[in-house]
T-cell receptor
Framework: DSGVTQTPKHLITATGQRVTLRCSPRSGDLSVYWYQQSLDQGLQFLIQYYNGEERAKGNILERFSAQQFPDLHSELNLSSLELGDSALYFC?????????????FGEGSRLTVL | GQNIDQPTEMTATEGAIVQINCTYQTSGFNGLFWYQQHAGEAPTFLSYNVLDGLEEKGRFSSFLSRSKGYSYLLLKELQMKDSASYLCAVANTGNQFYFGTGTSLTVIP
């Protein structure tokens, strides 16, 4: 158990819909990252937050948005969903400034768009 | 930007040694990480290198050459449970982590 919690674990929805994925980082971790992993693809960096502020954006579509709340949990909002958005969405957290600063991943949210 | 390359697939025999290579290009380097990921599961941290040289951790070792933009993960005494995808990731000075597409390792009896 990494200590990172993601909900829901599975989600099935239709094209054009909107979903929200939720992430609670490990206790004490200020930095939250979102990644997308499509079938047979690597982990694509979407966005990073640090202590409530957006730190960096990766390959995040304009239809997607995220935020980190004062209690440090984060939400990833996916709208106008398309078939190609079907993927595993991972949240990860880290302690910036630690010796290794590795990422700890949640179990992921598997999104299926029909 | 970041560019991370690793082989797509490898096969090795139980009990043997396998080396998974990773080359990278990055603007600002703050560490190289190896993760293991079983199908449909979360990646789990294996090793970290920030200085040149070899880091050993039980059956797993990782090597880094910053001047060559090169790392490898060495797995010894392979076990069937080592069949998984191995992800090479580079952290930049902003603490963003970029991952390669992963090397799918199959361990055969």
């Amino acid at each position: 158990d990494s200590g990172v919690t993601q909900t829901p674990k599975h989600l099935i929805t239709a094209t054009g819909q909107r979903v929200t994925l939720r992430c609670s980082p490990r206790s004490g971790d200020l930095s939250v990252y979102w990644y997308q992993q499509s079938l047979d693809q690597g982990l694509q960096f979407l966005i990073q937050y640090y202590n409530g502020e957006e730190r960096a954006k990766g390959n995040i579509l304009e239809r997607f948005s995220a935020q980190q709340f004062p209690d440090l949990h984060s939400e990833l909002n996916l709208s106008s969903l398309e078939l190609g958005d079907s993927a595993l969405y991972f949240c990860a957290s880290s302690v910036v400034g630690s010796d290794t600063g590795e990422l700890f991943f949640g179990e992921g949210s598997r999104l299926t768009v029909l | 930007g970041q560019n991370i390359d690793q082989p797509t697939e490898m096969t090795a025999t139980e009990g043997a040694i396998v080396q998974i290579n990773c080359t990278y290009q990055t603007s600002g380097f703050n560490g190289l990480f190896w993760y293991q990921q079983h199908a449909g599961e979360a990646p789990t941290f294996l090793s970290y290198n920030v200085l040149d040289g070899l880091e050993e951790k039980g059956r797993f070792s990782s090597f880094l050459s910053r001047s060559k933009g090169y790392s490898y993960l060495l797995l010894k005494e392979l076990q069937m449970k080592d069949s998984a995808s191995y992800l090479c990731a580079v952290a930049n000075t902003g603490n963003q982590f970029y991952f390669g597409t992963g090397t799918s390792l199959t361990v055969i009896p």
